[in-house]
Each structure stands twice: as C-alpha cells, then as structure tokens.
C-alpha cells in the first residue's frame, strides 16, 4: 500500500524533497533547441522541479539557464536585453553572462569590483538531439551527457515534441508503464492511427494479459503477454529508465516511440515525445501525422506548449464517437486520451486509496526503485541510470512460443543495434 507520507515522498520533486535531490542527480530535458532558434534571441521562461528560471542563447550561440530573477531588486529577466554575450535587465541596467556571473552593474565604478560579488544560480547545459538539456545537481556529481538513441541519430530520423500535461510526473509516468490500459483506452483507436496500424494492434485489443517485471540496472523492463496463435504469446515490451523515460513497444515498421515526463511544479509536467526510426529516415507521411498531431504528438495552442483538447474544453468528449465505438473513452487521439485519464485523477493523485492487482506489478516496482534511489541520493550515494550504457536500450514486440522466457528470447531485441532494424510486430 502507498500511505499518504510515501505518496508525497514520490510526488513533490522541489529543492530540498528527497525526488527533488535524487531529479537534480540525471540530465533532464529542459527546452527544445528551437525555442532558442538563435543567437542574441529572446529569452524564455522555464520552470523545473518548482523552479522558476529563464533561458538565452548568447551572442557565441552558448546557451544559459539560471534563476528567472535580478539580483537587484528581483524583476524577472524575462523582461532582459539579450545582447553583447548577457542579459541586461532593463530596470537598472545590471548584466548576467550564461553563467549566471553579474558582468555590469552601471551604477558602481569597474575598480569597487561590485558586480564580482554577484552571481544568480545557473545549470549547466548540453544540446542533444534537438533538445537542451539541464543538470541541476552537485556540479562535483554531474554524470556523463545522456547517450539514448533517438539523440544520436540524424535530424531526418527522428521528430520531438513537448505538450504540457496538468497532472504530477509520477501519474504520467505511470501511465507510461502501464501497458494493460491500452487494450481499452486505446482499443478503436489503433487501427486507426496509420502510426500503430499492424497486425501487433490487433492482438493487443486481447485483454487476457499477463506481466512480467525485470530489473535492470538503469531501471526494468515489463513484458505483457497476450495469447497468438499456435501456442505463441504476443509480448510487448516497455522500458523504464531512471527516473522518468519511457520507451513504448513500436508495432509493425513504425518508428520506435519514447517519453520522458519531467516536473514542472509539483502540480504539472511536461511529456516530452521522441519518435525515431533507427535505419531509415522519417516518412513525409510520417512527419505530417505527428505534425498534425498523431501518434504520441499532440496538436498545440498556437503560440503554447497547451493541447488543443484540454481539461478547460472537457478534452472535447464526444459521447456519440464513445457509443458508437469510434472511440473507447469518447476523448481523440491516443496522446491525448492517456493525458485525460491522467489528470482527470487530480492535480496529484491520492495513491492511498488504491486497490492495485497484478497488472499494476510495473507501477508498484518503479515506486520501489524510486524511493530506494531518492534514500541513496540523499545519502550521497550513486542513484541507478546515470550509467549512459544504460540508455543504450529499445523496447520490442515479439511473438515467442508459449515456452520461451521473454527476457532471455528478447535479449538482443532490447539493446540498441547499429544497422538494425526494430523487433516488432
């Protein structure tokens, strides 16, 4: 049982909680690359783990991400002249480089060394994939830059997107791990999708599931069995990497899909979905779904990170597509029926109230590594999934004969193969 004290153990993600310590430890995706599309830009407010900080790329093209907030008398920089390698707040004219470091304090002569003494919190970052990254931990304690395989691939091989979801990380990210869900939520909907159409959709409508759960050293991975035919089970395979990706099990030729559900505060989250394929480019077929919203992608509110279908507008139901099985739950889209379900359950979840049965076996595992990596965080110890070899991974879907063991049949399906194609169904 979760009690109320775990729950918010697991929850609550600012300075000082225990997540929070342990979130600060992994490089966490911070913002799109292209919403800094170029030098002496305008900055950009971002929040992370309670947060509030701003964003800039500098006249050398070097990203900063530090404390939103002027040393002075605190207004926020997002109001800042980008320029000359700084941001210059408008109010009194003080200047901080990608740093954080005060550069500038006009009203003080350069001998009284004043603006020295001046430095806002700043995070270091990296650009990978399309995506800038942040570490807000220990500098002495930085691990080595995130090695998952949708970064390292070309630009034409894979698409990003980000959506804000207004619920807690962990409900999210559960969502993500709970493969049994799909075949009723998403039971009309896959066959519909062009991005899941295959004859793995049609067996995972099956809803005789049965789960397996394997640790791993960067997180586990869930095996979920559905009779085939002839003896055969249909296994999809997810995996969970330390402390919030996600790699769905792709079907058919399909791209491999994956998500990293990172805090925003403790009441919101951002999805962050990465769509790639490992030996081909991306169809223009392709691009024009996710672009337009299919698959994990969402459609946004121009201008926004918000979906269009959103909690404001009743996520759109439409109660005749729900009767008439057009739709399992009512709500379009398959990103966007996850995200309904998940915040409809609160801004967090009381997890005390649950009654959990064995489909749950990889949310109730993830709660467990959670809560032992934040104790050893907290202690100074090395959390699990710092490793980059452990990102080194994909998810699969397999048919196996009735005998086989999913993790022994699939062990080479589940890494990361240059050349080869996706295993799945």
Known sequence: MTTRELNAFLTLTGPGTPMGTLFRRYWIPALMSSELPE????????KLLSERLIAFRDSQGRVGLMDEFCAHRGVSLWFARNEENGLRCPYHGWKYDVTGQCVDVPSEPIESSFCGKI??????????????WAYMGPP?????????????????QRFVSKRTQECNWLQAMEGGIDSAHVSFLHRFDLKNDSLHVSKGAELTAKTDVAFEVIETEGGMVIGVRRPAQDGHYYWRITQWIMPFHTMIPPYGDNALNG???????DENCWSWCFTHHPTRALTDHELHVMSNGGGIHVSLVPGSFRPVINKDNDYLMDRAAQKTNKTYCGVKTIAMQDAAIQESMGPIQDRSKENLTSTDNGVIMARIRLRKAALAA????????????????????????????????????????????????
């Open 39 to 46: 030098p002496d830009c305008p900055p950009v407010r971002v």
């Open 119 to 132: 430095k806002l919190t700043s995070y270091e970052c990296v650009e990978l994939g399309d995506v800038i």
């Open 140 to 156: 002495e304690l930085k691990p080595p830059r995130p090695n998952f395989e949708w970064c390292a691939v070309s630009r034409e």
């Open 259 to 265: 998500h990293a559900w990172v805090p925003i505060d």
């Open 378 to 425: 907290q202690q100074g110890r090395e959390p699990d999934g710092l490793d980059p070899a452990t990102h080194a991974v994909r998810s699969a879907s397999i048919v196996l004969p009735a005998s086989a063991s999913f993790h022994e049949a699939a062990a080479e399906a589940l890494k990361v193969r240059e050349g080869a194609e996706p295993t799945s169904v």
